[in-house]
């Protein structure tokens, strides 16, 4: 009865120095200190009053919307230059919604909780003139937004609030972190038997795509960023003429990362049909030759130029400049 009442003691204790060692180390764990998040910047709405209003309050009193419309993980390309920048579908969808009236809708960009500057969304329907900091709303999908500065009376700025170094460094370190050497340009065909007709009706991320891309920026040896010409492997030419294109067009997406920037058609040479999107025609030469993407009518948003197509391409030392 002693060794048993022994060992039952010592099992007790072993369990027992097991737990303390378990609860030593999740307290150790606890104790490592944690890094700085990362910062964001962020784009609320403002809520309830008119941009004329939020202009004369103090810029942290403004009411703004709990949600914001986008942040900087929506971003996928910035041009620190211009102040141009590309959202996410999911995002620009967003943006696309929101109702802008004549005299514009306000906002207010923050990186974490500092609120840095108004500005709004204005209408390009709209006479009046805003004295600020506005973004022009987007009618179309895939297009490139700009943060514009608009003084009136015109005048010397003395600090653009665009400039922000805080902002700046979010998206430097966003797109540092995120670099374009692991993201490929895909093209995709369609499972379906849309025709390049049914597209203007259908958004873009409605489209079912192959599961597998027809071609990939692996595929392609060189890309003229001003012609947006491009020469194929072989093994890729091949599938690109085994694809079968009937007079109404080929319908296909290009995809960037995992996001889609703007769909086209192959095209038949020998088609009397007319259609006014981006076509690539289809090759009837044996050997690889050079293919164009091209728009049938001009662009008022070249999404051709979409900033992350081209750093793909340039990250992957595809891209020339002079065309072919």
């Known amino acids: 009865m002693v060794t048993s009442f022994d060992s039952m003691v010592n099992k007790l204790i072993s369990i027992g120095l097991i737990l303390f060692q378990a609860l030593c180390l999740n307290a150790a764990e606890q104790s490592i200190k944690v890094g700085p998040a990362k910062k964001k910047m962020r784009l609320h709405l403002v809520d309830s009053v008119s941009a004329s209003t939020a202009k004369k309050m103090n810029l942290d009193d403004v009411p703004l919307q709990g949600t914001p419309l986008f942040t900087s993980d929506d971003i996928v390309a910035y041009d620190r230059s ?70 009136w009376p ?39 038997t849309l025709t390049a007709y049914d597209l203007d009706s259908v958004s873009i991320t409605n489209l079912v795509l192959e599961a597998q891309p027809l071609f990939t920026s692996d595929d392609v040896i060189r890309y003229g960023t001003n012609s947006h010409s491009f020469l194929l492997t072989e093994e ?32 038949s040479p020998v088609s009397s049909h007319v259609w006014r999107g ?10 690889p030759i050079v293919l164009q993407i091209l728009p049938q009518s001009p662009l008022t948003n070249d999404l051709r130029n979409d900033p992350e197509i081209l750093r793909i391409m340039e990250a992957r030392n595809k891209a020339i400049q002079n065309g072919k």
């Open 278 to 287: 981006i076509t690539i025609m289809d090759p009837w030469e044996t050997e």
């Open 154 to 192: 015109p005048r010397e700025v003395k600090q653009d609030p665009r400039n922000d170094p805080e902002i700046l460094e979010v998206m430097r370190s966003r797109f540092t972190e995120s670099t374009s050497s692991d993201k490929k340009v895909c093209l995709y065909l369609l499972e379906s």
């Open 236 to 267: 890729a030419y091949r599938r690109v003429r085994a694809v079968h294109v009937p007079v109404e067009g080929k319908p296909f997406v290009v995809v960037a990362g995992d996001r889609r920037v703007y769909f086209g058609a192959f095209w």
């Open 82 to 151: 211009s102040h141009s920048f590309t959202l996410t579908n999911e995002a620009l969808e967003k943006v696309c919604r929101i109702d802008v009236p004549m005299w514009g809708r306000p906002f207010v960009v923050s990186v974490d909780d500092r609120r840095v500057y108004l500005g709004v969304f204005w209408s390009i329907l709209s006479s009046y003139i805003w004295d600020g900091i506005s973004i022009t709303r987007p009618w179309e999908q895939g297009q490139n937004l700009e943060i514009g500065l608009t003084l």
